[in-house]
């Protein structure tokens, strides 16, 4: 046996000296580099994998090597690895919770060098803040997302009603009780119930904000004990009951968007780029009876959406910074949403990152829910997320590090509060505990 | 026969060279021939050892290097997203760990999780086997049908019964469940630990009726026969003759699949997430949420050593309970 | 001396079984009908069974996004590659635990099953840190050494059951007949042992090919098996089960063709033990 394994070590020092050897051997024609490229499977990275010839064309001797992967795996993936400095991707695609937390480790290359065509004052403003520091762009973004409301048209019509632009909660929780009926399986509002940190959190966590509560004062003490966050939740929680569908508890974007799309939801809050699948008549039934609104608030000043990018970024101490530069350039540039909206249609672009898309008035025609979703974009603020003074960076989530397994906790409190197996102050209270707990243990707490 | 030393030794159990011969070797064996084994005894040994060993090497390695260096990280306060800042700080991590609120809950729902399987898929896997050993048409194809859930991923399986099956508006369960009038139940919010369980099981019973149709294969049909001639009715037979026989393979089920429940994890992680609550988080899933979503290295090193040292007491448990039948 | 069985009892033996072994095939048989939906047929409710407009473009997709057959290949390294290294190990450990006991041989087989016990995620840095150092990571040599090291103790398990079947007389007497050591397991046992063997070979090429934990941590793109193929399919934004169930179709298809083929050597060998 041990013969077994020396001989696939011999093979690995044969494959190593021939790789060697060609590779000396093309030296003098070009030197292929290969770019590996972790990021999320969601549509727009999917499209930009199928227009890699295009920078093969621009770039020759890059060679790019995809690693798509669902986004939480991702994000483990990714995070042991640059951690471990494992050096096994090249370009990371990373959130807006992520870049605060590394930047100010050191983990990534401030990407100054991304060409003269690039504009970075093209980016809006909101995502760019959350993904700068100190005035320096430390991702690049390629897609943007805030959360709105989307309705059935037919069924507000059919109830007398009519959706503001930018409506109030109590507006919308009436609304829902009018349009339920739930004999015939339509149920007035769906809302993520799911537990997660990404999942129900981020929903609540923006809900929350614009009832003014906040995840920790300026000492970092959790919050729950507080009324803001009793009036979330309990109107949250009261809400699903009378008009939200059953099962609520489990269901995450995508089991949302198959009630929306088979016409069982009368109105749905959730991420922007739900709206270019709810309104394709391909997937969905309802595809021309959908209307677009502001997340709600309640009269506070901060609304209940939310803020999110997926950007490129590149681990410090990378050996492969020129290629990895060029290829971040390409993938966020005017030129490339151009290529797409070519290649696809301009209802494909990436959303959410530069203004120039949203001024583009092709996109605006293709697109309806375009400037709902722009304006939805630049009234969330990271940096001030809240009414009341926070420590931390984030619309729906905190920034440190610790927030993912503390969201999460706290999330299947609630997501237990919703299924109605504990009351809505059992689960402030265990939230705030767990919260007090993990946070002193972390060194937040003095 | 010439390399088997001692031969006259063991002809004189009454001499003194004979009774070192039989206090030192026979008593730790427990043949049938005791003598001829005897004699074989001697070479066997040492051979034996030198087969045994790279197993045993190479797993020692295996084990110890992860082990000794979890329990090292266990003992620092260690956050892979603070990197250069560790301190060495004894046992508050498994201070921290066993007194979590939710670990309790965890243990619990670890221990209802292997018991609810090994009861599904061992009576299920027994009911199977007796029936897949009966003649009928097709076998092969029957087989492999029963087989076949034991080939897809853990995370596919779990998708495909959320979403296919368990979804409360759109799930087939809620179909049927609407076409005969009743209420559909919600399983991942009301019952999740017992949804989790069924999709596990669904999983597992493949193996479980894998290896006892082994087994039943493997007796004889003239005992069945001599059973029946004497007058005893199906029921008596199965307790009486084809039990006893199964014993080894169901006691080889029973130690593998508690291994490998004991760890469940992907079919939580899809469904629930360990919610709602934390009805159905196992200690696997603790531990996870400790490494990769706090990236809290001590904590969950913590975590695995206290899994390694409950699951070490489950399985001397177990081996009490049916390590018997693994002995000739 | 076959019994005599009626048909009548043949048939309704046959209906139940084939009625019970639809229902636990039923997932995947969903999952198979899925792929081939579109991705608005496959969330409609009620659930449409045979009678939508099928569609290949599940398949198209998947072939055109992602390179199955580099994964595949990884898989079919790794699944054999570990299976057999490991069967290598554990024959001579099997045979000496069920043909020359000691006292701590249980121990030693509860220990070797113990090593299974942590869960994997609480070892994932230290291993990972050590596949860093060594340059292990993203390669099929380091997934093949994991994936070995995790089967072991299953392989020795199953091989000592399977051993402890066969009559030690037989091998006694080859040895009186003179055989050495080397020629007893070569000659006597492995022929003997070949069902067996084969079971276990069976098995544990198919723990190995969905053992979705090391393969997913350890791999980026080079290396990436099937599991990771499938991983790039669950997407938690978008409608993606059709893609998913076509993903998945192609994913456990070459271990259920490979199942259904050695079958009947496994069966045939099984029986061994009833024949005398």
Not at chain 2, 169 to 177: D, E, K
Not at chain 3, 33 to 51: C, N, V
Not at chain 3, 170 to 182: K, N, P, T, Y
């Amino acid at each position: 046996m041990l013969t077994l394994i020396f001989w696939e070590e011999d093979m690995t020092l044969r494959t190593l000296l021939l790789g060697a050897c060609s590779a000396m051997a093309f030296a003098g024609m070009a030197s292929a580099e290969t770019l590996t490229i972790a990021t999320v499977n969601n549509g727009d990275m999917i499209r930009m994998q199928k227009l890699t010839d295009d920078f093969k064309a621009k770039n020759p001797g890059i060679d790019l090597e995809w690693v798509t992967l669902e986004e939480n795996v991702l994000r483990q993936k990714v995070t042991t690895d640059i951690a471990t400095k494992g050096g096994q991707y090249d370009v990371l695609t990373i959130g807006t919770y992520e870049v605060p937390i590394w930047a100010k480790k050191g983990w990534l290359l401030p990407l100054d060098n991304l060409g003269a065509n690039y504009d970075v004052d093209d980016l809006l403003p909101a995502i760019r803040s959350g993904i700068s520091q100190d005035g320096k762009l430390y991702a690049a973004p390629f897609y943007g997302e805030s959360s709105m409301v989307m309705y059935r048209k037919d069924l507000f019509d059919a109830a007398g009603l009519k959706m503001p632009d930018a409506p109030t909660w109590d507006f919308i929780a009436d609304a829902a009780k009018k349009v339920t009926n739930k004999d015939k399986e339509i149920y007035g509002i769906c809302l993520r119930g799911k537990a997660g940190w990404g999942e129900n959190m981020a929903f609540l966590t923006a809900m929350s904000n614009s009832f003014g509560a906040r995840w920790f004062d300026e000492q970092w003490k959790p919050q729950f004990d507080q009324p803001e966050w009793k009036d979330t939740l309990t109107f949250y929680v009261n809400l699903m009951k009378e008009a939200g569908p059953p099962g609520a508890s489990s269901n995450g974007f995508n089991e949302n968007l198959a009630l929306f799309q088979t016409g069982k939801c009368g109105m749905w809050i959730d991420a922007t780029v739900a709206a270019s699948f709810v309104a394709d008549p391909k997937q969905s039934q309802v595809a021309d009876k959908v209307g677009f609104a502001l997340a709600p608030d309640k009269g506070l000043g901060k609304r209940g959406n939310w803020l999110w990018a997926w950007n490129l970024a590149i681990p410090a101490g990378s050996q492969k910074t020129e290629a990895a530069e060029k290829f971040i350039a390409w993938a966020t540039s005017k030129d490339y949403t151009n290529l797409v909206a070519e290649k696809e249609g301009w209802l494909n672009a990436p959303p959410g990152t530069r203004t120039s898309l949203y001024a583009n008035a092709d996109y605006q025609k293709a697109a309806s829910f375009a400037k709902m979703t722009l304006d939805s974009i630049n009234s969330a603020d990271p940096t001030k997320p809240t009414v009341k003074p926070v420590p931390y960076v984030g619309v729906q989530f905190v920034a440190i590090p610790e927030f993912q397994g503390i969201g999460t906790a706290v999330g299947q409190q609630f997501s237990a509060a919703l299924a109605g197996q504990i009351s809505v102050d059992q689960a402030l209270q265990s939230a705030q505990q767990l919260t007090t707990r993990e946070m002193t243990k972390a060194g937040y707490i003095k | 026969m010439s390399d088997i030393p001692h031969l006259w030794v063991a002809d004189c159990p009454n001499c003194i060279g004979g009774r070192f011969f039989q206090s030192c070797f026979l008593s730790r064996f427990r043949f049938r021939s005791d003598r001829w084994f005897a004699m074989a005894t001697f070479h066997t040994r040492s051979a034996a050892r030198f087969m045994i060993a790279p197993s045993v090497v190479l797993l020692f390695a295996w084990m110890i290097v992860p082990l000794a260096m979890t329990i090292y990280f266990s003992l620092l306060n260690y956050n892979l997203l603070n990197p250069g800042m560790e301190s060495f700080v004894g046992l508050l991590n498994y201070q921290y760990f066993l007194t979590d609120p939710a670990f309790f809950a965890a243990l619990i729902n670890t221990l209802v999780l292997v018991a609810g399987v090994l009861v599904i898929t061992v009576v299920g896997g027994i009911l199977f086997a007796l029936l897949l050993d009966q003649p009928i048409y097709g076998q092969g194809i029957v087989r492999i049908l029963v087989i076949a859930p034991f080939f897809v991923m853990p995370t596919v399986a779990a998708l495909v019964w959320k979403n296919m099956f368990m979804n409360p508006v759109n799930g087939l369960f809620a179909y049927m469940a609407k076409a005969v009038g009743l209420q559909p139940i919600d399983w991942l919010a009301t019952v999740p630990l017992f949804s989790v369980i069924l999709i596990v099981a669904w999983q597992w019973l493949p193996f479980a009726t894998l290896i006892m149709l082994t087994a039943l294969q493997s007796l004889d049909e003239e005992q069945k026969e001599a059973a029946e001639m004497d007058g005893a009715g199906a029921i008596s037979k199965f307790i009486y003759i084809i039990l006893p026989h199964m014993a080894r393979a169901i006691t080889v089920v029973i130690l593998i699949q508690t291994i490998f429940l004991l760890s469940v994890f992907a079919e939580i992680l899809v469904t629930t997430n360990g919610g709602p609550g934390t009805q159905s988080t196992n200690l696997t899933y603790l531990v996870y949420a400790q490494a990769l979503l706090q990236f809290d290295i001590g904590g969950a090193s913590a975590g695995g050593i206290v899994a390694v040292v409950l699951a070490n007491i489950v399985a001397i448990f177990l081996v009490r309970l049916v390590g018997k039948n693994l002995e000739a | 001396m076959a019994r005599k069985v009626t048909t009548q009892r043949k048939v309704i033996m046959t209906a139940i079984a084939w009625a019970l072994g639809i229902l636990i095939f039923f997932p995947i048989l969903w999952t198979f009908l899925t792929s081939f939906k579109s991705e608005a047929d496959a969330i409609a409710s009620p659930p449409q069974f045979l009678f939508f407009h099928w569609t290949t473009e599940n398949y198209s997709e998947v072939q055109s996004r992602s390179n199955y057959l580099s994964h595949f290949m990884n898989s079919v390294v790794i699944s054999f590659g570990s299976t057999l290294i490991g069967l290598i190990i554990a024959i001579p450990a099997a045979w000496a635990m069920a043909f020359a006991p000691t006292k701590r041989t249980k121990d030693v087989l509860m220990w070797m099953l113990s090593t299974k016990m942590m869960p994997p995620v609480g070892a994932l840095i230290p291993i990972y840190l050590m596949f860093r150092n060594s340059g292990l990571l993203d390669t099929r040599t380091g997934l093949v050494i994991v994936l070995t090291l995790i089967n072991l103790p299953i392989i020795v398990w199953m091989l000592y059951t399977y051993f402890k079947e066969i009559p030690g007389e037989i091998l006694e007497a080859a040895r009186m007949d003179g055989a050495s050591l080397v020629k007893e397991i070569v000659y006597v046992l492995t022929p003997m042992a070949v069902p067996g063997i084969a079971s276990t070979l069976l098995l544990n090429i198919i723990l190995a090919w969905n053992e979705a934990f090391w393969t997913l941590n350890l791999t980026a793109s080079k290396a990436a098996p099937l599991t990771a193929f499938i991983a790039s399919y669950s997407s938690p934004e978008g409608l993606f089960y059709a893609k998913l169930s076509a993903a998945s179709t192609m994913a456990i298809a070459p271990i259920l063709i490979l199942g259904w083929f050695s079958q009947k050597q496994l069966v045939r060998g099984l029986t061994f033990g009833a024949v005398k």
